[in-house]
């Protein structure tokens, strides 16, 4: 079973930058053939997928939320990163790394997931 590991989180200033890191174990070959996604979830509010990135990793997807501060990115089948530049309170939230189907891209369903990373924005 492919395994996915978040780390990269932490505890930072409104405006400050974080990137964020998934790796993959198991068998990781697999995700040459899935979309990678970062989602984020807070109590108040549903899990939300932030950003994606598709199996050729020529195409992405961002929430409207996020444009122009995050950029998604990834390495062959094991690795994928979540750059994000200018850190809002509102991004505060536990953020999971996921793969999804090529066909279920960007939205989903996501067949993996990592434990998850938190991140917190300080006004």
């Known amino acids: 079973q492919v395994q996915l590991v978040e780390s990269g989180g932490g505890l930072v200033q409104a405006g400050d930058s974080l990137k964020l890191s998934c790796a993959a174990s198991?068998?990781?070959?697999?995700?040459?053939?899935?979309?990678l996604g970062w989602f984020r979830q807070t109590p108040g509010k549903e899990r939300e997928l932030v950003a994606s990135?598709?199996?050729?990793?020529?195409?992405t997807y961002y929430t409207d939320s996020v444009k122009g501060r995050f950029t998604i990115s990834r390495d062959g089948a094991k690795n994928t990163f979540l750059q994000m530049n200018n850190l809002k309170f509102e991004d505060t939230a536990v953020y999971y790394c996921?793969?999804?189907?090529?066909?279920?891209?960007?939205?989903?369903?996501?067949?993996?997931w990592g434990q998850g990373t938190q991140v917190t924005v300080s006004s």
């Open positions: 198991g068998y990781a070959v697999t995700l040459y053939n899935m979309g």
């Open positions: 990135i598709d199996w050729s990793g020529l195409n």
């Open positions: 996921a793969a999804t189907r090529a066909s279920n891209w960007p939205k989903g369903p996501y067949d993996y």
